[in-house]
Structures are given as C-alpha cells and as structure tokens.
C-alpha cells in the first residue's frame, strides 16, 4: 500500500500542473451577472481587485465599460480594458469576449481586427456562449463582416457549440439555416432545432419560440401533424397566439382542446408562469 501511495505521488511531482480557466457567468442573457452584482459592493469588488481575484476584475471590467450611476461609476475604457486584460490573464474566458468588443470598437485601445479575431475564437474554444454564438453569425455573415469570411459550415458548428450549452437564439439560428436558409432544406432538423429553442436555458424569447413551434405542429413541418401540440404552444404565446389557436380549435374535438388545456396549465405550473389570452372551448 505504502508503495503505490509513494509511486503516485513521484508521479504527481513530475506531472505538471496547468491552471484550469473557467467561464464565469455562461448565461449569455447577463441574468446571472447581475445576480451576482446585487450580492456585492463597489467597495467590496474594489477590494477584491486589488487582491487580485479574477472575478472581481471581470466584474468591475463591467462596471467601467458601461458606467454605473448607482456605484457612482463613469464608463472609462482604459480601465475597463486593463481590468479585462487582467481577468483574461488570470484564465477568466468572459473577458475574451469583452475584449474582442474593444478591440473591433476601439475603446480604450486602438483596433485590431485581427485581436478581435483571436479573442472572441479563444473564448468561444474555451466555451463562452455569447462568443460562440457570436462566431455562428459571423460565420453567416450577419456581423464581424470585416474579421470572418462567410463559411456556413462553420455557422453552423459554432451555432450548435452555443445551443447545445443552452444558448436559445444558437438553437432558433439552426432551425433558420436547416429551413433552408444557407443549406438544403431539412424540415427534420429544422423542427428538432426550433424544439430546443423552445425549451433553452439561456434566453429571453421563449414565447416567440413557442409561436414558431405551434407553426411546425399545426402544419406538421419535420415532424408530424399534431393539433394538440399545436394548440397548446399557439395558448402558450399569449396574445401572439389567439388567431393561431382559434385556426386549429376549429379541427379539433373537445377532449384534444381539454388536453392541450391540461398540458399547458401543467407546463405553467412546472414554470411558474400565468400566459394571458385564454383558451379556446369549442361550442357543444
């Protein structure tokens, strides 16, 4: 026993050892980030910085690249630029991002394509949402026109990196470009993708997504045709909803619209949301 112990740790000693980087905030919403500001100070994450904590400084980078009125806080980009330097340096990813930003605006540095290039694909390899959501519409060609030629291949490898991690407008990007939007149609993938999106983690459309959906159910577009869904999400949109609900109603019997009815509530529940618009009831 006392052999393997002593031979395992002459291993370790001749091992080396890499810092681990990590993401701090995946939520590519900035929901999680501001959770976490409320739990804090100015004084106290100035504190932090000056001890060297890498979230402090990713998180006062924030701070001055935007400004703060409550903290009493001007945008000054050469801060924010020195603080995202320094996070990124001490293996923070999120700063990759920020500093991508910077260096394609020029704020607080001059502009440097090619950084912007090097920075936004470092932290979406190292798996940043927004930057790898940002790099599957660069790759479309919707922004960074002047740092990433067009390859919707590659749209398409870094918009599935972000949506499989929970990235909703990755997931509604996908089910676009499989609807024949770059690529030939494939109805199958365009609903499967349009599904996620409609069920991510990491977005603030999900009632929009829902419209769509109740789309590909009523017409049973790659997948097949079911009213029930259908209604259900068409109810779940909201008001967005009301004509597409009252469309499938009239096909339907009472037992699929009580159905759809039971699935919803069941949905709100489990979420803990009210969606407004009512529902339809066919007339006896």
Same mark, same amino acid.
């Given at each position: 026993m006392f052999k393997k112990h002593f031979f395992f740790l002459v291993f370790l000693l001749f091992v080396p050892l890499t810092a681990v980087g990590e993401v701090l905030f995946p939520d590519p919403t900035g929901d999680s980030l501001n959770a976490a500001y409320s739990k804090t100070?100015?004084?106290?994450?100035?504190?932090?910085?000056?001890?060297?904590?890498? =979230?402090?400084?990713?998180?006062? !980078?924030?701070?001055?690249? =935007?400004?703060?009125?409550?903290? !009493?806080?001007?945008?000054?980009?050469?801060?924010?630029?020195?603080?995202?330097?320094?996070?990124?340096?001490?293996?923070?990813?999120?700063?990759?991002?920020?500093?991508?930003?910077?260096?394609?605006?020029g704020l607080g540095v001059d502009k440097d394509l090619a950084k912007?290039?090097?920075?936004?694909?470092?932290?979406?390899?190292?798996?940043y949402i927004k930057s790898q959501r940002t790099l599957g519409l660069a790759y479309k060609g919707d922004v960074l026109q002047s740092v990433f030629d067009k390859d919707i291949e590659k749209s398409i490898f870094w918009f599935e990196k972000a949506a499989v991690n929970g990235d909703q407008l990755s997931a509604a990007n996908l089910s676009i470009i499989y609807g024949g939007d770059g690529v030939p149609r494939d109805e199958k993938k365009s609903f499967e993708w349009k599904k996620r999106a409609a069920t991510a983690k990491y977005g603030n459309s999900q009632f929009v997504q829902f419209l769509k959906l109740a789309e590909f159910y009523e017409k049973g577009v790659g997948t097949d045709k079911d009213l029930v869904q259908a209604y259900k999400y068409y109810g779940l949109s909201g008001s967005a909803g009301v004509e597409g609900k009252q469309r499938v109603a009239k096909e339907m019997t009472q037992e699929q619209i009580d159905e759809a009815l039971r699935q919803s509530k069941e949905w709100q529940k489990e979420n803990n949301v009210q969606v407004g618009g009512g529902f339809i009831r066919r007339a006896n």
């Open positions: 100070s100015r004084v106290e994450l100035e504190n932090q910085v000056e001890e060297g904590v890498p =979230s402090a400084e990713y998180m006062m !980078g924030m701070i001055y690249l =935007s400004g703060d009125a409550a903290w !009493g806080v001007q945008p000054d980009y050469k801060k924010a630029f020195s603080l995202f330097h320094r996070a990124w340096c001490d293996d923070v990813f999120d700063a990759g991002y920020a500093l991508s930003t910077m260096y394609y605006k912007v290039r090097d920075f936004v694909l470092k932290s979406g390899e190292n798996g």
